[in-house]
T-cell receptor, first 116, second 118 residues
Framework: GAGVSQSPRYKVAKRGQDVALRCDPI?????LFWYQQALGQGPEFLTY????????KSGLPSDRFFAERPEGSVSTLKIQRTQQEDSAVYLC??????????????FGPGTRLTVL | AQKVTQAQTEISVVEKEDVTLDCVYE???????LFWYKQPPSGELVFLIR??????QNEISGRYSWNFQKSTSSFNFTITASQVVDSAVYFC???????????????FGPGTSLSVIP
């Protein structure tokens, strides 16, 4: 497709369940970012991939959060043993290069995760 | 540490009024980028502008204009003759740029919710 797509758009999980959120970046984009956006807040950086390499995971809130991008395109964010505080919108963004004077991050529509 | 402040949580204006959204940032870096993003009710963040810390020229794009003042660490956004379609949450953001890292590690402000009333 032309833009970044994410699935599912909505996910309801019971506390303790594992979830997997998928991101399809724009074709050819080297860089992929995951953000967490709590209700009424701005997005917060979680992790960054350059191709298949995870170069920065400093924003992942705990070891229950794990992200991968094995072939340098599609990425999955996995949350194990979900907690209520994990409820948020998870945004994925991709960019051609990752940074620089003219580079732009294009965002997907997000996955709204609700943990009951 | 880097920080972005958007003091206005919510703003309501009547259609055709001008509105300015304030943004103040903190950074110790001399090279950085500033951004504005729009988040309509659909949820998808839409890129509006990217500004290099060395470029203090104001920018105008249609009804949108941006005022970057390094002396006050501000990067304000003005919408002229607002329209109902401008209703959205607007985020100001800051990145250290690629001097330190090879990618934009973007720090977002808390957002300003703009409602344009017909």
């Amino acid at each position: 497709g032309a833009g970044v797509s994410q699935s599912p758009r909505y996910k309801v999980a019971k506390r303790g369940q594992d979830v997997a959120l998928r991101c399809d970046p724009i074709s050819g984009h080297v860089s992929l970012f995951w953000y967490q956006q709590a209700l009424g807040q701005g997005p917060e950086f979680l992790t960054y991939f350059q191709n298949e390499a995870q170069l920065d995971k400093s924003g992942l809130p705990s070891d229950r959060f794990f992200a991968e991008r094995p072939e340098g395109s599609v990425s999955t964010l996995k949350i194990q043993r979900t907690q209520q505080e994990d409820s948020a919108v998870y945004l994925c963004a991709s960019s051609l290069a990752g940074g620089g004077a003219t580079d732009t991050q294009y965002f997907g529509p997000g996955t709204r995760l609700t943990v009951l | 540490a880097q920080k972005v402040t958007q003091a206005q949580t919510e703003i309501s204006v009547v259609e055709k009024e001008d509105v300015t959204l304030d943004c103040v940032y903190e950074t110790r870096d001399t090279t950085y980028y500033l951004f504005w993003y729009k988040q309509p009710p659909s949820g998808e963040l839409v890129f509006l502008i990217r500004r290099n810390s060395f470029d203090e020229q104001n920018e105008i794009s249609g009804r949108y204009s941006w005022n970057f003042q390094k002396s006050t660490s501000s990067f304000n956004f003005t919408i002229t003759a607002s329209q109902v379609v401008d209703s959205a949450v607007y985020f100001c953001a800051l990145s250290e740029g690629i001097m330190k890292t090879s990618y934009d590690k973007v720090i977002f402000g808390p957002g300003t919710s703009l409602s344009v009333i017909p």
